[in-house]
């Protein structure tokens, strides 16, 4: 097949373009640049030149810190992590009795 001049290489025609607009996310913080016009108010945890506050910092470090600790009890209840909980005890009573041991041979 010949392509002609108004078909793209996947044999579309020029008319099926559309144009689109980029928008801005409005969860990005603001251009200090952009100026101070009616587009220019700041997120509400920004301050005036898009530095984040130290309450909205906050937030998120503790957010994470939620999520991380729920990760972590989570994967204690699973069949997995009693598995490593189980052999770590083993280890630490290994390691008890090892050390006992040692203390008896030197006559203590």
Avoid: C, N
């Avoid at 144009?19 to 945890?45: E, Q, R």
């Avoid at 030149?49 to 939620?66: C, H, M, Q």
């Avoid at 083993?90 to 009795?97: F, K, T, V």
């Amino acid at each position: 097949m010949t392509d002609t001049p108004e078909q793209s290489q996947h044999g579309e025609t020029d008319e099926q373009v559309i144009d689109a607009t980029v928008v801005p996310d409005p969860l990005d913080p603001p251009d200090p640049a952009a100026g101070s016009g009616p587009t220019a108010v700041p997120a509400p945890d920004y301050t005036e030149s898009g530095v984040p506050t130290f309450e909205s910092v906050r937030d998120k470090i503790e957010k994470r810190a939620g999520t991380a600790a729920g990760a972590t009890e989570l994967d204690a209840d699973s069949e997995a992590g009693r598995t490593l909980e189980e052999k770590w005890e083993d280890r630490q009573e290994a390691a008890r009795r090892k050390l006992e041991e040692i203390r008896k041979s030197m006559g203590r």
